[in-house]
């Protein structure tokens, strides 16, 4: 009798706890994903556009920042440096613009949404 009663209890405990992370699960927003692209502005020698777009914007997230890193395939190291940062617009779209020197570069933008970092896609790209 006391062990069917105290299976009884653990099976009830168990299906509380599944019930209430499945809800909780339910309750999280989904964290945004973030896409880069990047383009010559004018003509060759004009300065690069960095643009940064949100799949959406959460709500209670204001004045989100966007950093954007980049590095050359010059670069021994290979490692990305910040070249600039730039909120984001109520499209959830952030635009950087900066004059690069000619060559090869890859490049990705970051930020930080609810505690959770967001990272875009890495783009191979030619400066003239």
Not at 104 to 124: E, F, P, Q
């Amino acid at each position: 009798m006391l062990k069917r009663c105290l299976l009884s209890m653990v099976l009830a405990f168990v299906l509380l706890v599944s019930f209430c992370s499945a809800s909780f699960a339910d309750t999280l927003p989904p964290v945004p994903t973030m896409t880069l692209t990047v383009a010559q502005l004018l003509q060759p020698g004009g300065p690069m556009a960095y643009t940064a777009q949100l799949s959406y914007i959460p709500t209670g997230d204001s004045n989100v920042i966007v950093n954007f890193y980049s590095t050359s395939v010059n670069n021994p190291q290979g490692q990305y440096i910040l070249i600039g940062s730039a909120p984001i617009d109520g499209t959830g779209k952030a635009v950087l613009n900066k004059q690069m020197q000619p060559g090869l570069y890859s490049a990705y933008s970051s930020t930080v949404i609810s505690g959770n970092t967001v990272k875009s896609n890495t783009v191979d790209y030619t400066v003239k």
